[in-house]
Structures are given as C-alpha cells and as structure tokens.
C-alpha cells in the first residue's frame, strides 16, 4: 500500500503569492495598482462566497478590486452595458462575471461581450482559442490552478495517461486540452469520460492522473483507481451533516477516506484546486496589468 501525499493549495498558493509580491511591486513603482471588477448577479449563496474570498484575497495582496451586485431580475442589456462601461475602465485591467447566471441572460452572450484582454476568467472564445492553440494569454483559472500543483510536485504528465472526469468548460475540457498540448505541462494521452460513458471505472483504473470534475459529493471512491495514481480532486459539493453547526460540511467528488491509503497523491477538499483557483486569479490580473504596460 503506498502512503498517500496530500497536495496542499495551501502551500502552492503561498509559493505563487509570494512570487506575485514583487510583481505587484514593480507594476506599483510605475504607478500602476491591478485592479479587478467583479460583477455579482443574484444571490446565490456558493457565488457569494466566492466573491468574497476574492474580494478579501484582493485587499490582502494590496490590489484593487470591486464588487458590482445586481438583483436576480437585472435584464441583460443592462448587463452587457455595464461590461462595456467596465471593458473602457482604465482601473480594472481585469474583469468577470460571476457564474452562474440567472436564467434570462446568456452566459456565452455575456462572456463574448467581456473584452478579451481583461478576461481573466479566461473564458472568452478568443482565449479558449489561444489555449487550444497551444499560445495562451489567459487560461482559466482552476485548470491553471491544477498545472501548477503538478508542477510544484514535480509530478510527471508526459507520457502519462490522465484521465479527466468532467467536461465542462470550465475545468473538464480546458484542463484536457491543456494537459494533451505538445509544451513542457503537457504531453500527457488524456482521455475525458463523462455522463454518457459507459463503465467509468473501466477507464478512471486506467489513469496514472486521474482529474475528478463531476459535481458528484464523493462518487470517485479507491475502487475508482489505480494504485499509486495521482488524483486531483476539483469537486466542491456541500452534503447535510447534522453533526457539524453549520448542518452541513464540503466534500470533494474523491472520497478521502478509501483512496488514502491507495494513490500516490491526493488534493484534499478543502485546501487543495479551491485556494489554486483563487491564487490564479490573482496572478491573471497581475499579467492583465503587466500585459497593459507592453
Ligand atoms: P458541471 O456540472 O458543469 O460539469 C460536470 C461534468 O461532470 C459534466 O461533464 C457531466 O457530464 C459530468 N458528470 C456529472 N455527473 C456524472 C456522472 N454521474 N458520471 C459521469 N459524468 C458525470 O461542473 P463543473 O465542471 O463546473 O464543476 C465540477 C465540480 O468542480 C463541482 O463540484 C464544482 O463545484 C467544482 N468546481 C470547483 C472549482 C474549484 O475552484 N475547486 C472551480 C469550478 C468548479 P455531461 O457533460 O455529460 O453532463
């Protein structure tokens, strides 16, 4: 049995704030402080959350941000009119909308309207593009969150077969296109299971990395795997527990308890991909700003 090494985001982020310091000093000593708006739209008690460990996140690192809340109802011209009020805002050198949206407004409208070179989200087709291509300028957030873990374990993807569990666009597709590109983070053979796939074990205990992306509380259980894989847990689900306060705890889409003790590597959940996302998204607003001085 191998002993299982958590891969902390505590200790990556650290590296990668601590890295950014002096970026965002030499950006100050031009007289330049990175600036990101956030627009809010709804009450959404996950998406709140987030914004706030944003904003607080910002104000920690000495950086500029805002938050722009709308009610549930906001119609989406008014919307787009405040992105392209926020797209000509010198301040804000990055930009996101936080998803999800409500139900009258397009989500693909919205992140088209977002000027590419403030979305730091990385969601624009223009930046999925450039990914894809293999030359990127902004890569979205929890994907680049998972390179970096990787690279700062030292762990190996080329040549690796990384099975990713997911394929949204917001982790699942970026994160398997990035991991397949032919660049020093890359050259893995990814292959992406999802919900129509049949006998998903069949291919999860193939995986040397296994990338679990579902939105499924604890569904990828040590059965799932391989042993002595490296699995990365991204899933972010709040199940009932009477016994905490609270009523409820956060899990992951991996249960810890059965494949410690069986892989090689795992993210925790929390303090794993969730505080890489948040660090990312820093560090994308820093390269919006340096990007805005070239
Ligand atoms: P989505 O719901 O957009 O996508 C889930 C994917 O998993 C889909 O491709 C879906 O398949 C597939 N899937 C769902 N259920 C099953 C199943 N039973 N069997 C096989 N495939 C399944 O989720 P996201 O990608 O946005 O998020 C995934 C998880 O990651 C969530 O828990 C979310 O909270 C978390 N998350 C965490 C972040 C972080 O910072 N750590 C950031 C973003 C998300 P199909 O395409 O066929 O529907």
Redo the contacts with the bound molecule.
Sequence with gaps: MPETQLLSGKAVSAAVYSELNSRIAALKEKGLTPGLAVILVGADP?SQVYVRSKERRFAKMGLYSETFRFDDDLPESDLIEKIRELNDDHNFHGLLVQLPLSQQISEQKIIETINPEKDVDGFHPVNLGLMTAGVPRFIS??PK?ILRILKHYDIETSGKHVVV????N???RPISVLLSLKTDYGNAIVTV?????PD?QKYTRQADILIA????PE?ITGDFIKAGACVID????RVEDAAQEKGYRMVG?VQQSTVMGKASYLTPVPG???L??IAMLVENTVEAAELGLQ
């Design positions: 996950a957030c929890t969150g569990c997911g394929r949204s917001i982790v699942g299971i999802h919900s129509r796939t998903l992306a579902l939105g499924q569904m991204v899933g972010i689900n889409d794993g991909v969730g890489m996302t």
